[in-house]
């Protein structure tokens, strides 16, 4: 009975193209199999959490779980336990705290580039007091001139967000394409949806940011 098909990018584990269930493995085997499997030191198993349950709750079902067996099977095994780690930890392990100080680091850069584009609007508007004060005399508000300043940088954001958005694509293949065969998860890495909302509220807090 098939109770699921997953999308041909999904590879958990690399090369795996059928799950099935352990029990009807299990039930195959002889008494004596199934009493040296419980002896086993480690056993993954992939799963999906029930509705409204956390992973702390479901570690501590597993924990529950694991000592009824244990006492069961009289099993003394005081070194083991049931560990529940989201499958994205899996997938990333090490490599995720690295990936956020790369985020961190990309986020250090643009506040550096809005302070440099922000220096360079303020040497800007200086060579323009003369139009400003010609603006001024003419009736233009300070918000009239603000909305001016603001649409100036608005544009500028927005232009780089233009070229940074194909860049990023372009640069992610490259990067992607040299990874190992090994690197479980990283064929399924897009810029997707909520990175380009991302990218288009960063652009435009740039831009107010240097217009103020």
């Known amino acids: 009975v098939v109770v699921g098909v997953m999308p041909a990018r999904f590879d958990y584990p690399i090369g795996s193209q059928l799950w099935a269930p352990l029990k009807r493995t299990i039930d195959g085997l002889g008494k004596d199999a199934r009493d040296n499997l419980r002896m086993i030191g480690f056993l993954y198993i992939v799963g999906r959490l029930a509705p409204d349950v956390t992973a702390a709750q479901a570690s501590d079902d597993a924990a529950r779980i694991y000592r009824k067996l244990a006492a069961q099977y009289h099993l003394i095994l005081p070194d083991r336990r049931a560990v529940i780690t989201p499958l994205v930890n899996q ?122």
Request: charged share 10%.
């Open 91 to 212: 997938i990333l392990g090490p490599t995720r705290p690295a990936l956020l100080l790369l985020g961190t680091a990309a986020g250090l850069v643009l506040l550096l580039a809005c302070v440099n584009v922000a220096g360079l609007a303020l040497v800007r508007a200086h060579s323009r007091q003369s139009e400003v004060a010609l603006r001024r005399a003419l009736g233009a508000s300070r918000l009239d001139i603000f909305r001016l300043l603001l649409s100036e940088a608005a544009f500028l954001s927005a232009s780089g967000l233009v070229l940074a958005v194909p860049v990023a694509i372009l640069c992610l293949r490259f990067f992607v394409g040299l990874a190992p065969p090994t690197a479980a998860g990283l064929g399924d890495t897009a810029i997707g949806l909520r990175a380009l909302s991302f990218a288009c509220g960063a652009a435009a807090v740039a831009g107010v940011f240097a217009a103020i």
